[in-house]
C-alpha cells in the first residue's frame, strides 16, 4: 500500500504571502492524487485533482493552483493568500479494492493565514 | 438538498452504550460508501466501507438503503477511544470524487 508524505504539519503565513505545499507519495506508480481542503465548521472540498504528470483539473474557482512536476509529487500553490485560504489541506491518493476506490490522506497541513 | 447530509451532533454517551448515526445522500446513482474516522486536527481514516447487504466489523456495523438513500453507522458498546469525528462519503459526479459529510461528533464518557 502507498504511503503519503505532507509537510509541513503546520504554518502560519500572512495575507498576501505566498504558498506552497508539498506533497509526496511512495508505494505507487502513476496514481491518481487528490488535494482537499477542510475549514473550520465545514466539510472536506476538494480542490484538485490529477491523473498524471501536468494533468491538472481544478473543482472549484479559487485563489490556489496545483501542479504535478513529477509522477509522485504534487504541489499546492498560491502567489498571495488570502484569509478565506485557511484550513486544513490534505493530499489523497485512491487505492482500488475491488469495485470500490477508497481514499487515503496525507497528514494535512494546517494552514493559517493571519 | 445537500450532497451529504449527517446530524453535526454532538454525541454525548457512556461507556458501553450503543449510538447509531445517519447519513442521507441526494445522487441516487451513487455506488460507492464509506464510514470515516477524523480524530482532532488529524487526517480523515477509513473506517468501513458499506456494502448493498450491510456489513459488520467488530462492533461497528454499516447499513446502505438506497431507496430511503441513507447509510447508517452504529456503534456496540462504546469505548473512550472512540470519540472522534465520524464523516459520512459517497463517490459524487465527477471523476475521483467522493464527497464527504460535514461529519458527527462522538464523545465517549466514563
Known amino acids: 500500500s502507498q504511503t503519503i508524505h505532507q509537510w509541513p504539519a503546520t504554518l502560519v503565513q500572512p495575507v498576501g504571502s505566498p504558498l506552497s505545499l508539498e506533497c509526496t507519495v511512495e508505494g505507487t506508480s502513476n496514481p491518481n492524487l487528490y488535494w482537499y481542503r477542510q475549514a473550520a465548521g465545514r466539510g472536506l472540498q476538494l480542490l484538485f485533482y490529477?491523473?498524471?504528470?501536468?494533468?491538472i483539473s481544478s473543482e472549484v474557482p479559487q485563489n490556489l493552483s496545483a501542479s504535478r512536476p513529477q509522477d509522485r509529487q504534487f504541489i499546492l500553490s498560491s502567489k498571495k493568500l488570502l484569509l478565506s485560504d485557511s484550513g486544513f489541506y490534505l493530499c489523497?491518493?485512491?487505492?482500488?479494492?475491488?469495485?470500490?476506490?477508497?481514499?487515503?490522506f496525507g497528514s494535512g497541513t494546517q494552514l493559517s493565514v493571519l | 438538498r445537500k450532497e451529504v447530509e449527517q446530524d453535526p451532533g454532538p454525541f454525548n454517551v457512556p461507556e458501553g452504550a450503543t449510538v447509531a448515526f445517519n447519513c442521507t445522500y441526494s445522487n441516487s446513482a451513487s455506488q460507492s460508501f464509506f464510514w470515516y474516522r477524523q480524530d482532532c486536527r488529524k487526517e480523515p481514516k477509513l473506517l468501513m466501507s458499506v456494502y448493498s447487504s450491510g456489513n459488520e466489523d467488530g462492533r461497528f456495523t454499516a447499513q446502505l438503503n438506497r431507496a430511503s438513500q441513507y447509510i447508517s453507522l452504529l456503534i456496540r458498546d462504546s469505548k473512550l477511544s472512540d470519540s472522534a469525528t465520524y464523516l459520512c462519503?459517497?463517490?459524487?459526479?465527477?471523476?475521483?470524487?467522493?464527497?464527504f459529510g460535514k461529519g458527527t461528533k462522538l464523545s465517549v464518557k466514563p
Open positions: 490529477s491523473v498524471g504528470i501536468g494533468q
Open positions: 462519503v459517497v463517490n459524487g459526479r465527477s471523476q475521483g470524487n467522493l464527497i
Open positions: 489523497a491518493c485512491p487505492e482500488k479494492s475491488g469495485t470500490q476506490e477508497k481514499l487515503f
